[in-house]
């Protein structure tokens, strides 16, 4: 028997929401990099995952349809991550098109800031750049920039749009036990992403509580020391152990894509968990066999 040396990265982002890259993109970075599965994880829309899935199986990669939703427990913003949700479920899609509908919102109250500061970015010209149903900060941020007013993505939002700049508006957010049971109700996993960034750190006792069936312990803002902390409170909560490179293509710089990589057992370990939803994943015919 042949062992081959396999990882995954289980959250990406596309120009479906705010990435860059198109689902094709994707998958042929993949394939370059010798990822073996992968995930699309945009914020608050489904649309690239049947192209990207199209494309994994042309590729020979293992793909996964996923979502990155934001919520809130007790005044704390969290995300968290679905897996092998069934992107046609009809009670997703009504929600997701109320996030969408917030989401374009968000983006002309935050301009009507900017345009205050005389600032003079149109919201229609925005949303026109943004190109997907989804918009969201970054694409405030590369109007800003292309328009000469900062240097830099990462200027334009600490300048203007991080929490408690002149340009920030709060967005509505479904609570996080809501989306935890609609994530399992659409036949997924819900998947506490990137732990590291919370300030405080996540209510995990309460989460376990509620639920959740993971947590992204590998992704490019966690250390090692962070790695082994969360993969320490997965292990004692039996939760799924996950992680991706968080790329969004070229809007903050280099892709990171390739530099986080998620041990192909635990991509095994997810699946296995989903046995109601095979058929959502694409496994290539001709690798099936030496990766089972």
């Not at 659409?186 to 509580?209: D, K």
């Not at 998620?262 to 990766?291: D, G, I």
């Amino acid at each position: 028997m042949v062992i081959f040396e396999m990882d995954a990265d289980l959250h990406l982002h596309t120009h479906f929401s705010d990435g860059t890259y198109a689902p094709e993109d994707l998958a042929q970075s993949a394939l370059r990099l010798g990822i073996a599965a992968l995930a699309v994880t945009d914020h608050d829309t489904v649309e690239a995952c049947e192209p990207c899935e199209a494309a994994c199986r042309g590729a020979g990669i293992e793909f996964v349809p996923g979502i990155e939703l934001t919520t809130e427990w007790e005044g704390q913003e969290l995300h968290f991550l679905g897996y092998g949700i069934d992107v046609r479920h009809r009670e997703l899609l009504a929600e997701l098109a109320q996030f969408q509908d917030v989401r374009q919102q968000r983006v002309r109250e935050m301009i009507d800031r900017l345009n205050r500061l005389r600032i003079p970015l149109e919201a229609d010209a925005v949303l026109a750049l943004a190109d997907c149903r989804s918009p969201g900060r970054p694409h405030i941020a590369r109007a800003l920039v292309q328009a000469g007013r900062c240097g830099s993505m990462d200027e334009a939002f600490d300048r203007y749009l991080k929490k408690g700049r002149p340009a920030w508006v709060p967005k509505r957010r479904m609570s996080a036990g809501d989306c935890i049971g609609l994530l399992h109700r659409t036949g997924g996993m819900a998947v506490l992403a990137h732990p590291g960034l919370y300030r405080p750190e996540a209510p995990y006792g309460m989460l376990a509580e509620a639920g959740l069936d993971g947590i992204e312990c590998y992704h490019s803002k966690h250390d090692g020391r962070m790695v082994h902390q969360f993969r320490a409170i997965a292990e004692r909560h039996r939760w799924l152990i996950t992680g991706g490179s968080d790329c969004h293509g070229d809007s903050k710089g280099r892709p990171v894509m390739g530099t986080v990589r998620l041990p192909y057992e635990h991509f095994v370990a997810l699946k296995n968990r989903l046995p109601a939803a095979r058929a959502r994943f694409a496994w290539p015919a001709e690798t099936q066999a030496t990766r089972d």
